[in-house]
Nanobody, 121 residues
Framework: QVELAESGGGLVQSGGSLRLSCAAS????????LSWYRQTPGNERELVAL???????NYADSVKGRFTISRDIPNHTLYLQMDSLKPEDTAVYYC???????????????WGQGTQVTVSS
């Protein structure tokens, strides 16, 4: 069992930066596959970035070179550094934690409540 709480969203101008944080409670933080998703009204959540248990990362093509996912294992915190933000990055951003079984079997894992990011043009 893990609880997730995002913070760091807000309003930023195009070209600006934000850093999102996701604080996790519970144990075994390093054993989860951690991700950031985003969702806009009327659309499904889309995967933005993922960091696996070994520290390897993957990014959606739309954010490659602009966003960086990282984790602080001792402090049980997941981050998303977002640079060169664009209006199309506007969305609610969610962090997600999956066990390896969740990942392999399509389980939803655990979700935070989300944080709004708005990028003005």
């Amino acid at each position: 069992q893990v609880e997730l709480a995002e913070s760091g969203g807000g309003l930023v101008q195009s070209g600006g930066s934000l850093r999102l944080s996701c604080a996790a409670s519970g144990s075994m933080f390093s054993m989860y596959i951690l991700s950031w998703y985003r969702q806009t009204p009327g659309n499904e959540r889309e995967l933005v970035a993922l960091i696996n248990r070994g520290g390897g990362t993957n990014y959606a093509d739309s954010v490659k070179g602009r966003f960086t996912i990282s984790r602080d294992i001792p402090n049980h915190t997941l981050y998303l550094q977002m640079d060169s933000l664009k209006p199309e990055d506007t969305a609610v951003y969610y962090c997600n934690a999956k066990t390896i079984d969740d990942y392999r079997l399509g389980g939803s894992g655990y979700w935070g409540q989300g944080t709004q990011v708005t990028v003005s043009s």
